[in-house]
């Protein structure tokens, strides 16, 4: 009976260590390639292609509503759907619910933990998630009722093994989506607390993530202390595009209004647009004298216009296509921690570590 043919490598010993270095080499080697095919793609600048498009004008943008009532530094907010209700979390362990026209809060609630870092409005309006150094991820349902105990009717639903640093509702508020300091994402059924699908590919914490945003999006963007920004399919669990341009943390991912682009803010004090039809980095926006990094981005409703909001206590608002500063929003007296667009575009909402939250 002939023996088996066996590859060359298995018959010979081999050390673990001298494997590994192979192995180094040869997805080096692999990555190289691919970075040379992407730049083959790569034919002209998008400011190049949008020197035709026409200049926008001094753009001016004031504060028109402020929310004072955390005891401590924002953390995070997020719209309600109907385009006036903002939820906010904070350092000190409070999610409260304004009405952001009349600056009235309609609800409160004391998480058992301080630095709530996450929170999220469900897509009916009729609930909030929120978490933080507890490892969880909570859901309170919300009632007409001003007066109704809150923490009695709240739901844990997702657990984590390190802190949450974000969460998002699904296009239902049947289903959520978390990241954490574990280094994973992911997806759970709200109802049953049951983990419906994990992700797995940062090699550090993940500190933010974003759903695609049309209604049949099955993917989300989550970026992190690996200095990468993965878009993941959420039905498959797999990472199917990931970009490594910036040269620290990412803190902030937000997708461009037509799903086929996001930007991202990072502790290297840039914002960077990245197409996924090109799969490749298409702009990044700073300045020489832009030195503090950036926590947070939104773009406009028609996607010409990024807001980042900087440690220095600023919001820079960037021209997508041209690449170019078109204003500086200045007030908040401490840094900007989080920021966003309302969902009919008319106004923004920035919160601060100087304990509030402004509307303009």
């Known amino acids: 009976m002939r023996s088996p043919v066996f590859p060359e490598m298995a018959t010979q010993e081999v050390q673990p260590n001298e494997t590994l270095a192979n192995l180094k080499t040869e997805s080096e080697t692999l990555k190289s390639k691919l970075e040379d095919e992407r730049a083959k793609l790569h034919d002209v600048e998008l400011h190049q292609v949008a020197e035709k498009v026409e200049g926008l004008g001094q753009f001016v943008m004031k504060t028109r509503r402020t929310l004072k009532g955390h005891g401590n530094k924002v953390l995070c907010m997020d719209w309600c759907k109907d385009k006036r209700r903002i939820v906010s979390s904070s350092q000190d362990g409070k999610v409260i619910v304004w009405d952001a026209f009349t600056t009235n809060k309609e609800h409160a609630v004391t998480m058992p933990c301080t630095w709530v870092m996450a929170c999220a409005y469900a897509p009916s309006g009729c609930a909030v998630a929120c978490g933080g150094l507890d490892n969880k991820c909570s859901v309170y349902p919300l009632s007409l009722d001003k007066n109704e105990n809150l923490a009695a009717k709240k739901k844990s639903v997702a657990m984590h093994t390190n802190y949450l640093s974000a969460c998002s509702f699904t296009n239902s508020d049947m289903q959520i989506l978390t990241s954490s300091g574990d280094g994973t994402c992911a997806l759970w059924d709200v109802e049953s607390g049951q983990l419906l699908q994990s992700f797995h590919g940062h090699a550090a914490d993940v500190l933010c993530l974003d759903l695609a945003p049309s209604e049949t999006g099955n993917t989300f963007v989550s970026g992190g202390c690996d200095k990468k920004a993965n878009v993941w399919d959420m039905r498959s669990g797999q990472c199917i595009q990931s970009f490594e341009t910036h040269e620290s943390d990412i803190n902030s991912v937000r997708y461009y209004p037509s799903g086929d682009a996001f930007a991202s803010g990072s502790d290297d004090a840039t914002c960077r647009l990245y197409d996924l ?4 980095e298409v702009a990044i926006y700073s300045k020489e004298s832009i030195i503090f990094g950036v926590s947070s981005v ?20 960037w021209d997508v296509l041209k690449g170019t500063r078109v204003s500086i929003l200045f007030g908040h007296e401490n840094r900007v921690s989080t920021l966003r667009v309302s969902p009919d575009g008319t106004a923004f909402c920035t919160g601060s570590w100087d304990h509030t939250l402004r509307v303009g």
Do not use: K, M
Request: no cysteine; net charge neutral.
């Open 277 to 280: 039809r090109a799969d490749r």
């Open 298 to 317: 939104d773009f406009s409703l028609s996607g010409r216009l990024l807001f980042g909001g900087y440690n220095d206590y600023t919001i820079n608002v």
